[in-house]
């Protein structure tokens, strides 16, 4: 039996986490959002998703939890995560033409637990500042 990649641990980790992607991104769809874009990298952050709420822009940060044992999912985005979620915002609406200061858009955490049995949407949970 061949030995695997030590860095095919982390292609299956980025597998693992586009699944939840995906399901969160559904599940957001099936609640009136539309997506905009996926994955969205600068040098400051990522996006996991951006969505559309009516006429407010969501990004939608996307954390999974295989076990509750070491704490909730929505708990791992910490305040040094949530300031790279704003700077990366930030660069996606001036790079699609918005305005920062002009636009309405909201930071929300979709935390996944049981293998995706349990969904927890929660609006608004970084504010800015």
């Not at 990522?46 to 709420?53: F, N, W």
């Amino acid at each position: 039996m061949a030995l695997l990649p030590w860095n095919n641990r982390s292609v299956n980790k980025r597998a693992v986490g586009k699944n939840y992607e995906t399901l969160a991104k559904d599940y957001l769809g099936r609640q009136g959002l539309v997506a905009l874009a996926e994955n969205y990298t600068a040098k400051c952050g990522e996006l996991d998703l951006v969505m559309q709420d009516g006429s407010t822009l969501v990004f939608v940060e996307v954390k999974y939890r295989q076990s509750t044992q070491y704490g909730l999912a929505q708990e791992m985005v910490t305040p040094s995560k949530a300031r790279k979620l704003q700077k990366a915002a930030t660069l996606w609406l001036l790079q699609n033409g918005l305005s920062p200061y002009d636009t309405d858009f909201r930071f929300d955490v979709v935390a996944i637990h049981q293998q995706g049995n349990d969904i927890n949407w929660i609006k608004n949970a970084i504010t800015q500042g």
